[in-house]
């Protein structure tokens, strides 16, 4: 059985993590993504707080070959350990 994948690859999508609003959680993603895809552009980089500022919504703009390429991405965010939530 193949899946077909309702996005056409390659392609730019956002990939948005949620973590801790710690001082090393924007810093310790943008270097996991970067394993994968390379140094982002700061525009390519919005960063949203919870109304308490207790937690960090990341959105990254990347480039993604295929879906190996984007399930290599967020293995590499989640394994930072700070990853509370990914979308």
């Known amino acids: ?7 056409e690859f390659p392609c ?5 993590v949620m973590g801790r609003n710690t001082p090393q959680f924007r810093e310790t993603m943008l270097a996991a993504a ?9 525009e390519a980089v ?10 960090a919504s990341l959105t990254l703009n990347v480039y993604v ?7 290599r991405i967020y293995t590499a965010m989640h394994a930072t350990g700070l990853v509370l939530y990914a979308l």
């Open 34 to 42: 970067a394993s994968e895809v390379g140094a982002l552009a700061e």
């Open 12 to 16: 730019h999508l956002p990939v948005k």
């Open 46 to 55: 919005s960063v949203r707080l919870s109304r308490d500022e207790r937690f």
């Open 1 to 7: 059985m193949t899946e077909e994948s309702l996005i």
């Open 65 to 71: 070959e295929d879906h190996d390429h984007l399930r």
